[in-house]
């Protein structure tokens, strides 16, 4: 029988869309005062592979990364989802013009870890599984043999392979941190064993 243990700590992630490149930055402050500092920015690239948002918020959008810098616990992953709708309601408001799209933003946060990328959403499907207050998680890539690894659901922008670059460096980044997080864990237990055994305990 296998012994449940907690999991490893993720990198906060948040996909945004805009037609104004300005509003990505409009939402930082917001979004580094939930997950902390953003540590890496993506390029902007042109969200153009689906129309499916185009009546909501208009022509010409693009789409930009911001990955943080602090490891999180995943299990807060809905509560980030709960939090990030209500911050995109309030810039929509703060956001919007006369005239223009009823949504101005779209946040979309999530998590990498070594193995995969995982997104939150309130819509179910049959590659989701239900967290809590009406927020499910999906592994929108998953990553294996040095490479992204898209799925028969994965959204076609994702599988287009023109984000892989941005999220290995963010992935890389991950690794590192844990990798350096583990190593001073294990010279904290040695410190403490060593001090144990000076003190004959």
Do not use: C
């Amino acid at each position: 029988m296998g012994e449940p243990r907690l999991p490893h700590s993720v990198t906060p992630i948040v996909a945004m869309l805009a037609g104004d490149a300005s509003f990505f930055q409009a939402a930082k402050a917001p979004l580094e005062e939930l997950l902390g500092p953003v540590e890496m920015e993506s390029p902007l690239y042109p969200f153009d592979k689906t129309i499916y948002y185009a009546e909501s918020m208009g022509p010409g959008l693009l789409r930009q990364f911001f990955a943080f810098r602090d490891l999180k616990d995943p299990a807060l992953l809905a509560g980030w989802k709960l939090a990030t709708n209500a911050m995109e309601a309030n810039l929509g408001r703060i956001l919007s013009t006369p005239g223009g799209p009823p949504r101005p933003i779209n946040l979309d946060v999530g998590y990498i870890t070594g193995a995969k990328l995982v997104l939150a959403s309130t819509k179910d499907f049959a590659h989701r599984l239900y967290l809590r207050d009406g927020i499910f998680a999906e592994i929108t890539m998953g990553f294996r043999d040095n490479a992204w690894i898209s799925h028969a659901f994965t959204f076609p922008d994702f599988k287009s392979g023109i984000y892989d670059a941005f999220l290995k460096r963010v992935r890389d980044e991950h690794l590192g941190k844990r990798k350096h997080a583990r190593r001073e864990q294990l010279q904290h237990e040695d410190t403490k064993t060593q001090r144990h055994e000076e003190e004959g305990e």
